[in-house]
T-cell receptor
């Protein structure tokens, strides 16, 4: 069974450009999450989808970030325009059921973004 | 802030020694989990301990949880060079939320 896959694995862009990160969750997982770790700091929650609906987007830093999950399958996270402080690793994760049922959340390898 | 802390921030030991990492959190929790991140790689789930459990074992890993002190510890016994990685605790706060809050992480280096 394929795990959570993310693309691109690494990206270097200039300040002001746009980058779109993609995440394919484990097949059948309705719950999809985005997290990020910037500047070697803590890993922080960005948002949570249940199927195509945004269940919780309380961690989205500002309106330069747009996440979508059309059709409830893969998700994209767009950063436009990118700023230097957006550099870091963006993790996607998925789970079959809500975490309240004790289910494990599976993380992808991350998309490593460098803004120069 | 709901963020917690881990200590030590960095730990260097010799192969065969035991490594202990501590995690403190600030909210009530449903469960607490430990993850490993090898350099440049993704997060790998290691172990989950529920709020009504006090200790859990998995192979060379031993996790304890003290909800009265809002703290957890991860013990890796008989460490190997391949255990070199960053280790994070993460918890799901109590209440109607499905997000994980992560600790600051401990960077473990196991010298061969």
């Amino acid at each position: 069974e394929a795990g959570v896959t993310q693309f691109p694995s690494h990206s270097v862009i200039e300040k002001g450009q746009t980058v779109t990160l993609r995440c394919d969750p484990i097949s059948g997982h309705d719950n999809l999450y985005w997290y990020r770790r910037v500047m070697g700091k803590e890993i922080k929650f960005l948002l949570h989808f249940v199927k195509e609906s945004k269940q919780d987007e309380s961690g989205m830093p500002n309106n330069r970030f747009l996440a979508e999950r059309t059709g409830g399958t893969y998700s994209t996270l767009k950063v436009q325009p990118a700023e230097l402080e957006d550099s870091g690793v963006y993790f996607c994760a998925s789970s079959q059921d809500l975490l309240s049922s004790g289910n494990t959340i599976y993380f992808g390898e991350g998309s490593w973004l460098t803004v120069v | 802030s709901q963020q917690g802390e881990e200590d030590p921030q960095a730990l260097s030991i010799q192969e065969g020694e035991n490594a202990t990492m501590n995690c403190s959190y600030k909210t009530s929790i449903n469960n607490l989990q430990w993850y490993r991140q090898n350099s440049g790689r993704g997060l790998v789930h290691l172990i989950l301990i529920r709020s009504n459990e006090r200790e859990k074992h998995s192979g060379r890993l031993r996790v304890t949880l003290d909800t009265s002190k809002k703290s957890s510890s991860l013990l890796i016994t008989a460490s190997r060079a391949a255990d070199t990685a960053s280790y994070f605790c993460a918890w799901r706060p109590g209440g109607a939320t499905n997000k994980l809050i992560f600790g600051t992480g401990t960077l473990l280096a196991v010298q061969p």
